[in-house]
């Protein structure tokens, strides 16, 4: 992992971000139908309309997204799982299923630790 050539670096780095997996699992739960641009905005609350669309294009790019165009005025864009993108799902998921679990440890010990400095600072 620290040579910045290691694959499980180089794939942290792209879908390390909360917008990344949020997306993913929308459009896994979505799955096989398409979600527009809209749509997935409206289901990934704090989600800005840049940050979206940078987070969609990325994973287009990586070709985990396919992103389909209607010809409308305005276009109507649609997104939807590759293959590749659904089979990221399974990890992400026990990600996420990993963080329910243990996240409430997570921020005690965080609490505690802020105590214990904020007694040092004190003392």
């Not at 979600?35 to 989600?47: I, N, S």
Request: include cysteine; charge should be positive.
């Amino acid at each position: 992992m620290f040579d910045p050539e290691c694959p499980t670096r180089r794939l942290l780095d792209r879908i390390g971000t909360k917008w990344t997996s949020m997306a993913v699992k929308v459009l896994a739960e979505a799955a096989p139908h398409e979600v527009r641009f809209a749509e997935l905005r409206r289901r990934m609350p704090g989600v800005s309309q840049k940050m979206l669309s940078v987070t969609l294009h990325s994973l287009t790019r990586d070709g985990l997204v396919a992103r389909r165009v209607e010809p409308t005025v305005p276009p109507r864009v649609h997104y939807q799982l590759t293959d590749l993108g659904s089979s990221l799902e399974v990890p992400l998921a026990v990600l996420r299923t990993w963080a329910e679990e243990h996240m409430a440890q997570i921020d005690r010990a965080n609490a505690i630790s802020d105590a214990q400095a904020n007694l040092a600072d004190r003392g």
